[in-house]
Each structure stands twice: as structure tokens, then as C-alpha cells.
């Protein structure tokens, strides 16, 4: 008997080994569609040429993790916006290859399907495929040529199998390689905060979190009988920001040195105004402002209680703000405001491994 078995295993043996090699899974265009948790967001209007597919983003994904996109091979698109630092970075101006630092704080990644009105600081890009490409070809940061990207990307099958999945053939073009960044970065939803979890009636805040909720959506009242910060004219919406460019009197006129927003436009009603960011994973995107000038929040509320400057082109809502003794808010209810921005923190988001390296 123990025989027969050995004669059996060896002929079960013999005839897997000659059973042909599994032939690889072939490689072809997977137009699946990608599907995203929108929670109770609005559903986000993405452009006709480019709604996100499975392998789309997964291409994107690649290439936002990918450091062959830089002149030496040393940095991603990763590096400057950090995963753990809610895909911003916590230096004050990023550090490119050329070990030259860059002249604005690199701003966060997230919910970027819901901008329409220009990317970066200025706007200077008008969509975001445009902007993926940019620090690529940036002096200041990977400072490399789309056609060496290009180049680099084509000589490795990795990624001509996934321009095959994601567009059908496996040509690499920097009008792909924008497209499939956008893809990954439409994906790139934070609604999970302990604020969403408020508002749809999950959880609760805190006695010193629900002060500082009411600060920041209530108007300041200059007879000082209810009590207000004014947070939301420029922070409001689900995505906590207004979407436009404002000067929120950082510099009086003599003190500006970057154009912001007129660098762009070359209006001069546009000098020193800058995107108004999300505040969203805000307790972890320090350092704050375009120049990242201010290290805390702390610091960033005292801008707006007492700080505010004066100057030709800041906003009118700024009016309170810019008055002698500002907005008058005690140590207390700054301390709440502080408290409350911390509810916008998005654990999930900050952890969720669809936005990790794929390597």
C-alpha cells in the first residue's frame, strides 16, 4: 500500500511538472470605473476626458510615488506632500533636488475634484492636470524635462503595461501622465473627519469643541453681545474654503513681497491675495500661509484676533479684523477655536492605504 501511494505521488508529480507555464494575465485597456466614498459630499463634476478608472488611478498613483519624475531620481511628487502631514509638507518651503529651497508652502493634497477656480497659491494652473506637471519641470523642486520623463517611463514595462490598462496603448505623453495624476488625485477624498462624523449625527463634540464651532460660524459682533470669529466667510462650504483668492492682511503695502494672485492675472487689485485653503486636516498641515510664516494654530488665530495689516488690496471682511483691539477674542475662546479646528482632522484619510506608495 505504501507503495502504491509513493506510485501515485510520484505520477501526480510528473504530470504537474509537465503542465505548460501559466501564461501571464494579458495585459489590456480596463475602462472599469473607479467608485469613491463621497459620504455626504456633493457629487464632484469630473471632466468628460477624464473620469477616473480603476487602473487610471492606479497609474497616477504610481507616478505621484515615482522619483524618475525628478532630474536625479531622488524625489516624488510624495515627498512634498506627505501622507502623515495630510499630503502637505511640514517644512516651510520644500527642499528640491538642487537642494534649493522653494518660495511658498507646498499646500495640501486633498478634495481637489472640488476645485474650480485654479490651482497653486496664484491659480496659475486651471486644472489640475496642468498642475501635476509643473513641479516636475519646476528648477526649484525635480527640476527634469517632460521629454526625459518621458523617456524614463517608456524604458520600464511597469508602466507601459499601465498606459496599456489605463489608455489602451502603451505611448507615454506628458498629456497621460497629467491625466493619470488628476485621476488619483480626484480619489483623494478626506469627509471623514470627527466634524463630518458630527454632523451626520455619529458622535459628539466637546463642550470646548462645540464653543469653538460656533465662534467660527458666527459674524463678530461689534457691540460685543454675541460673540463671533468670523471663520467662515472665507472657510465655509464642506470643504472649508471659499475657493477664491482674498489678501487676508498678512503685510501692509510696503511689506509685500510676493505678488500672489497678480503674478497671474497682472491686475494690481490682485497683489498679495492668495488661494484661500481648505482648513481641512488643518491641526496637521503646519506650517501656515502661502510663506508659512506662522508654526501653530495658536499663531495663525492671533493673526486674525490682533494681527491683521491694512493695505491697498485687502479684503473688506477684513474690516473687524483690522480695527483697533481686532476681533477681541478672549484666551479662552481662542483656546475653543483651536479645539474645533481640530475636529476637521481626518484619520482615515491620513491613513487610508488606497493613498500609500503601491511599491
Known sequence: MKKLILVVSFLTALFIACLP????????????PVTVNLRDFPDPEFPEDNKPTVQGVMLGRMLFYEKLLSKDGSQACADCHRQPDGFSDSLQFSVGVEK??????????????????????????????????????DPLEMNETLANVISKLSAEKKYTDQFIRAFGDATVTEERIGRAIEQFEFTMISNNSKYDQFKRGETSLSDAEERGRKLFFSEFDPSGVQRGAECFHCHATFNFTNDEYMNNGLDTDK???????????????????????????????????????FKTLEEVIDHY???????????????????????????????????FLKTLTDTEFLTNPAFKSPF
Do not use: C
Open 100 to 137: 534649493m529651497n522653494g518660495t511658498r508652502q507646498a499646500m495640501p493634497v486633498m478634495n481637489l475634484a472640488w476645485h474650480k477656480n485654479g490651482l497653486f497659491w496664484d491659480g496659475r494652473s486651471a486644472h489640475l492636470r496642468d498642475q501635476a506637471l509643473r513641479p516636475i519641470q
Open 305 to 339: 484676533n490682533t494681527g491683521a495689516k491694512n493695505s491697498t488690496t485687502v479684503e473688506f471682511l477684513m474690516q473687524y479684523n483690522l480695527q483697533p483691539g481686532g476681533l477681541g477674542l478672549t484666551e479662552s475662546e481662542k483656546a475653543d477655536l483651536v479645539a
Open 255 to 293: 511689506e509685500q513681497k510676493d505678488e500672489g494672485r497678480m503674478k497671474v492675472t497682472l491686475d494690481p487689485a490682485d497683489m498679495a491675495k492668495f488661494k484661500t485653503p481648505s482648513l481641512r486636516n488643518i491641526a496637521l498641515t503646519a506650517p501656515y500661509m502661502h510663506d508659512g510664516r
Open 21 to 32: 507555464e501559466p501564461a501571464d494575465d494579458p495585459v489590456v485597456f480596463d475602462p472599469t
